[in-house]
Nanobody
Framework: QVQLVESGGGPVQTGGSLRLSCVVSGRTFSDYAMGWFRQAPGKEREFVAGISWNPKNTYYADSVKGRFAISRDNSKNTVYLQMDSLNADDTAVYYC?????????????????????????WGQGTQVTVSS
């Protein structure tokens, strides 16, 4: 069974930075494409960033391009989300997700936005709250 555990969320001021981490256990980490999603109160869960088994292949939502960076360390079974220049619109619960079929990557390469249905396993989420 695959388990994903996020950490690194918390309160931060506008313009500040946070780095989220997600440790994956239970399977070979490099067998999965990974992604970060977020969900604000009253809104649907939305794609933030994705990464293939090859750390060079990354994809971002337009709203975070240039401010967020996804990365992975296959030796540590960990995926990261570096978030800079945070603003109030970034306030949400952030979820880590694993895609064993790489359907999220195929979707992103076709120019479409990956959706939750493309991912097979999810973490419990970590809250990020941005305030002035």
């Amino acid at each position: 069974q695959v388990q994903l555990v996020e950490s690194g969320g918390g309160p931060v001021q506008t313009g500040g930075s946070l780095r989220l981490s997600c440790v994956v256990s239970g399977r070979t980490f490099s067998d999965y494409a990974m992604g970060w999603f977020r969900q604000a109160p009253g809104k649907e869960r939305e794609f933030v960033a994705g990464i293939s088994w090859n750390p060079k292949n990354t994809y971002y939502a337009d709203s975070v391009k240039g401010r967020f960076a996804i990365s992975r360390d296959n030796s540590k079974n960990t995926v990261y989300l570096q978030m800079d220049s945070l603003n109030a619109d970034d306030t949400a619960v952030y979820y880590c997700a694993a895609d064993r079929r790489f359907s999220s990557i195929t979707t992103a390469q076709a120019g479409n936005i990956p959706r939750p249905v493309h991912y097979d396993y999810w973490g419990q989420g970590t809250q990020v709250t941005v305030s002035s």
